[in-house]
Antibody, heavy 115, light 107 residues
Framework: QVHLVQSGDEVKKPGASVKVSCRASGYTFSDYGISWVRQAPGRGLEWMGWVSAYNDDTNYAQKFQGRVTMTTDASTKTGYMELRSLTYDDTAVYYC????????WGQGTLVTVSS | EIVLTQSPGTLSLSPGERATLSCRASQSVSSSYLGWYQQKPGQAPRLLFYATSSRATGIPDRFSGSGSGTDFTLTISRLEPEDFAVYYCQHYDGSRTFGQGTKVEIK
């Protein structure tokens, strides 16, 4: 069966970067893109962007352009999301999701930005 | 960028009642690219519908999705205790925005 397993929770200082991984199993990795969605405490879902697992094409939300990089590694069937220049407002749970509409999700990674 | 507005913000209902949730787009969108998700506290969202009315695997038939153009609806015919949650719509063509969510709470 399909699983997306994300890396563990992180604590970062303002100005730092974070890189979250999403390891896929149970399907042909290159058949589906990986999207990243975040959720700040008590808030709704916010789409951050998408990366193709076929050719690494990306589509980033305008809000994160220049500050986010999404990549994949076919050899390990893993997607990555790196967010730079972190501020307190980036404290959130970060999720990966499979495909155009997200029929499978990772368990979430809490990123806390704290001095 | 397409903005999705969900209403109401909160829906207070009793088990067994019917729930009707609205998702309105700021401009016409293809019904092929409109989805609905359910999220419970501390959990990742779960896909309910894609392409407006195509039910995801394992979703009971008391849930239904409909709509076109700018107006889309998620209906739960008879609320079960496990249906009390937050529901989000999403447009997934181009910039993939979510609505702000509707919370269905127990009255």
């Amino acid at each position: 069966q399909v699983h997306l397993v994300q890396s563990g929770d992180e604590v970062k200082k303002p100005g730092a970067s974070v890189k979250v991984s999403c390891r896929a199993s149970g399907y042909t990795f290159s058949d589906y893109g990986i999207s990243w969605v975040r959720q700040a405490p008590g808030r709704g879902l916010e789409w951050m962007g998408w990366v193709s697992a076929y050719n690494d094409d990306t589509n980033y939300a305008q809000k994160f352009q220049g500050r986010v990089t999404m990549t994949t590694d076919a050899s390990t069937k893993t997607g990555y999301m790196e967010l730079r220049s972190l501020t307190y407002d980036d404290t959130a749970v970060y999720y990966c999701g499979r495909g155009s509409y997200y029929d499978y999700w990772g368990q979430g990674t809490l990123v806390t930005v704290s001095s | 960028e397409i903005v999705l507005t969900q209403s109401p913000g909160t829906l207070s209902l009793s088990p067994g009642e019917r729930a009707t949730l609205s998702c309105r787009a700021s401009q016409s969108v293809s019904s092929s690219y409109l989805g609905w998700y359910q999220q419970k506290p501390g959990q990742a969202p779960r896909l309910l519908f894609y392409a407006t009315s195509s039910r995801a695997t394992g979703i009971p038939d008391r849930f239904s999705g409909s709509g076109s153009g700018t107006d889309f609806t998620l209906t739960i015919s008879r609320l079960e205790p496990e249906d009390f949650a937050v529901y989000y719509c999403q447009h997934y063509d181009g910039s993939r925005t979510f609505g702000q969510g509707t919370k269905v709470e127990i009255k």
